[in-house]
């Protein structure tokens, strides 16, 4: 059975830095995918909330000047 090699503090400072740094790149993908997910629901969902709340505003409006002229 071979010795275990010893590993300089070099070179355990490089490996721990390339751990982190994959780490890091894996998290920045997914956030950005997250991110650009976020981007298009947003893009057609911040419309149509504009829409919804015009159509609630225009029919409680109407509502009121219907049942004061009733």
């Known amino acids: ?3 275990a090699r010893r590993i300089t ?3 355990e400072a490089r490996r721990a830095l390339l751990v982190d740094v994959l780490a890091a ?3 920045a993908v997914l956030a950005l995918s ?3 997910g976020l981007g ?3 893009f057609f969902a911040l419309p ?3 829409l919804g709340l015009l159509w609630i505003g225009g029919e ?3 509502g009121g000047i219907r049942s004061r002229s009733s």
């Open 1 to 3: 059975m071979a010795r």
């Open 9 to 11: 503090p070099g070179a």
């Open 25 to 27: 790149i894996a998290l």
């Open 34 to 36: 997250l991110a650009a």
């Open 40 to 42: 298009v629901v947003g």
């Open 48 to 50: 149509l909330l504009v």
């Open 60 to 62: 409680r409006l109407l």
